[in-house]
Structure formats: C-alpha cells, structure tokens
C-alpha cells in the first residue's frame, strides 16, 4: 500500500517551518522510518505544534529529566512526511550529526524562533556586579542563545542569522559534564545587547505567529521601535563582562528563561 500522509506537511509555511525548528532541537526521528517525536515540559505547546501539523494524536506524559520531573510527548506516524524531513536534513540520531537545514529564507525567522521556543533561550537582568567600585556601574544585560550538540549546525545558524540579518554572534562551546550525564560538549549561539534585539525583532514580526507565550513575554519590551527606560545598552563608561580564563564570561547570576 502506497504510504500517505496530508500534503499540508510537506508543503512550506511559516507556521510548518516554525514547527520543524522545534522538532530540530526538541523533536526526534524514529529509526523505523515511520514515526516523529515532539518532547516538552509544555503541554500547550505539544498542542499548538498538533494543531500546526493538523495532529489529533494523544500526548502522553512521561518521567523525564526536567526539574519539574514532567515531560509530555507528542508522537505520529507519517512516512512521507519523515522521508521529507530527511531530505531537508533532518535525520534520525540528528543529535551530534546535523548540519544546514534547507528551510527557505523567507521562513529563516520562523525556523529560528522554533529553534528557540524548542532549546533556545532569552536572558534578562539588570547587572550590579561593578557597583562596588562604582555605583553607577549599573547597567541592562540581554543575551540571545540558541543551543545544540552540533557544532556544525550551530555555525549554520550563525552564517545564517548573519547573511540574513546582518547581525553577528559568538559561539561558546562547553565540555561535556559526567556529573550531569553529558557526553557531548554543547555548543551555544549568542547574541548581545543591540545584536539580541535585532534578532528578536526579526523573529517576532508578527503579533499573532504561533510561539511559546512565555518566551514572547520576555522579548515583548525589546521588540518596539523606541523603547523607553533608564539604562541604555553600550553606555559610555560602563563596563563590559568581566572576563576570565580564556575568554569566559564571569557575572552575577542572571535570571535563565528557558
């Protein structure tokens, strides 16, 4: 029996190239050739990428390693659409193999805010650390990052965000870490400062784009024109991060939006 499989899938939008950046960082392919994994600690978001894929299949609930020790799954069955994922670049074990994903660059924008709805992450705070040596060394922190086990791919997102936006970021890489069960380093992806709002304002462009709620609420201040507020970014006199050991970045703890 010829394998079926709604076309809408396999067809590019913004809302289905949103739904494949997410299964990049928090989705995974079955290696029957068959079946395609969405895992989150967000129910909603399960049910809106459902509603995106036009999905009527059950998310169930399973002990995992969040904090919360919850973590539901989205799981179905469309070989056409699998076999299309592959040819985009999107394979089974993707995890340390993936690279370029052939997504449109109209619909880049779409692909990375799945990418960070999926693993990505925004990081807001007002840094005092300096304000013992003076007190007016008090000063907004904003880092955009985007995570994965790939390096090859996380330097795909880098030439990609700036060929497309113009915008430069940096890449950390972390050993792995036994204690927590790491085998492979982490690559991450930042953007800073001015460099996070322009992608941030790229990537939400639309008020009613599909997008975890609570994400959008962090990046909503910075996605205004003119935004108004006490402390500016790249003020005169301000120091900048203190930096350690080859290059690393020591700072008071900042609040994480995961």
Avoid at 97 to 109: A, E, N, Q, S
Avoid at 180 to 193: E, M, N, Q
Avoid at 249 to 258: A, D, F, G, K, N
Wanted: glycine share 10%; aromatic share 10%.
């Amino acid at each position: 029996m010829r394998p079926r499989g709604p076309e809408h899938r396999r067809i590019w939008r913004p809302e289905l190239a949103y739904a494949i950046g997410v299964l990049v960082t928090d989705g995974n392919l079955s290696p029957d050739g068959r079946h395609i994994r969405f895992v989150s600690h967000d129910v909603e978001h399960l049910e809106l990428l459902a509603r995106i894929l036009g999905l009527s299949n059950r998310i169930t609930r399973h002990p995992g390693g969040f904090p919360s020790g919850r973590v539901f799954r989205l799981t179905f069955g469309d070989r056409l659409f699998y076999d299309w994922m592959v040819s985009i670049g999107v394979c089974p074990r993707k995890t340390l193999t993936i690279g370029r994903v052939d997504v449109p660059d109209d619909l880049f924008p779409d692909f990375l805010r799945g990418h960070l709805d999926g693993d990505g992450s925004i990081v807001h705070y007002i840094d005092r650390y300096n304000t013992r040596v003076n007190p007016k060394y008090v000063y907004e922190r904003l880092y955009l990052k985007f995570l994965s086990a790939s390096g090859d791919h996380v330097e795909w997102l880098g030439h990609t965000v700036k060929r497309l936006f113009g915008v430069k970021g940096y890449i950390n890489v972390e050993p792995p870490n036994p204690k927590l069960g790491g085998k492979a380093s982490l690559h991450r992806l930042v953007f800073a400062k001015k460099g996070a709002i322009a992608v941030l304002r790229r990537m939400y462009y639309a008020p009613d784009m599909p997008c975890l709620a609570r994400k959008r609420r962090v990046a909503e201040p910075f996605l205004a024109v003119e935004r108004e507020g006490t402390v500016s970014f790249g003020q005169q006199g301000l120091p900048g991060p203190d930096k350690g050991r080859k290059g690393q970045i020591r700072m008071s703890p900042p609040t994480l939006h995961l």
